[in-house]
């Protein structure tokens, strides 16, 4: 990760936090799947004849994991699709505008999503929603889809203030560079 000295404090913060907290748990999570995967399918299954029961949704929560992780950190480092058709016709204050614009809105929508998600995750356990096999609550998922949405509103924010104090985004940029 490349720490750009000239972004502000808290988005430097940030970009720190989103990038360990992906490669720690993110990186947690993707071992946890490939080690069990292989154990499951290799050794139980097709060496044993005998599954582990409940693999499936182990590994569907997992995944449920590694997408809570990355869209925070893909709109910090601006992997999520913009479609900017008309950008290039429009003048540099109204394509400012017009993006802030779009990021308001963006804002409005997670934080509907963040709330939503929270009150799931709070119904969860009452209206009984789990896993098929292990019963497992989808409340803590909920949550953490809640605190994803609520971090890339986040993003959105500081995105906006990038934008008004120097008309441009400057995104994280992830590189081969030590830690």
């Given at each position: 990760?490349?720490?750009?000295?000239?972004?502000?404090?808290?988005?430097?913060?940030?970009?720190?936090?989103?990038?360990?907290?992906?490669?720690?748990?993110?990186?947690?999570?993707?071992i946890f799947?490939?080690?069990?995967?292989?154990?499951?399918?290799?050794?139980?299954?097709?060496?044993?004849?005998?599954?582990?029961?409940?693999?499936?949704?182990?590994?569907?929560?997992?995944?449920?994991?590694?997408?809570?992780?990355?869209?925070?950190?893909?709109?910090?480092?601006?992997?999520?699709?913009?479609?900017?058709?008309?950008?290039?016709?429009?003048?540099?204050?109204?394509?400012?505008?017009?993006?802030?614009?779009?990021?308001?809105?963006?804002?409005?929508?997670?934080?509907?999503?963040?709330?939503?998600?929270?009150?799931a995750g709070?119904?969860?356990?009452?209206?009984?929603?789990?896993?098929?096999?292990?019963?497992?609550?989808?409340?803590?998922?909920?949550?953490?889809?809640?605190?994803?949405?609520?971090?890339?509103?986040?993003?959105?924010?500081?995105?906006?203030?990038?934008?008004?104090?120097?008309?441009?985004?400057?995104?994280?940029?992830?590189?081969?560079?030590?830690?």
């Open positions: 990760m490349s720490q750009d000295s000239n972004l502000p404090r808290p988005i430097r913060l940030l970009d720190t936090g989103l990038t360990w907290v992906s490669l720690v748990c993110g990186g947690a999570t993707l799947m490939t080690g069990y995967s292989v154990w499951n399918v290799l050794i139980m299954r097709k060496a044993l004849n005998a599954p582990i029961v409940g693999a499936e949704d182990l590994l569907i929560l997992s995944l449920v994991v590694i997408v809570a992780l990355s869209i925070p950190l893909g709109a910090r480092t601006g992997a999520h699709i913009e479609i900017e058709v008309l950008e290039s016709r429009m003048s540099a204050a109204f394509a400012k505008w017009s993006m802030i614009l779009m990021k308001l809105m963006g804002i409005v929508l997670l934080a509907f999503m963040s709330w939503r998600l929270w009150h709070g119904t969860a356990s009452k209206f009984g929603e789990t896993t098929q096999q292990l019963l497992i609550s989808f409340e803590p998922f909920y949550y953490l889809l809640s605190a994803s949405a609520a971090i890339y509103a986040v993003v959105l924010v500081l995105d906006i203030w990038q934008l008004l104090r120097s008309n441009a985004v400057q995104s994280l940029r992830i590189t081969g560079d030590t830690l």
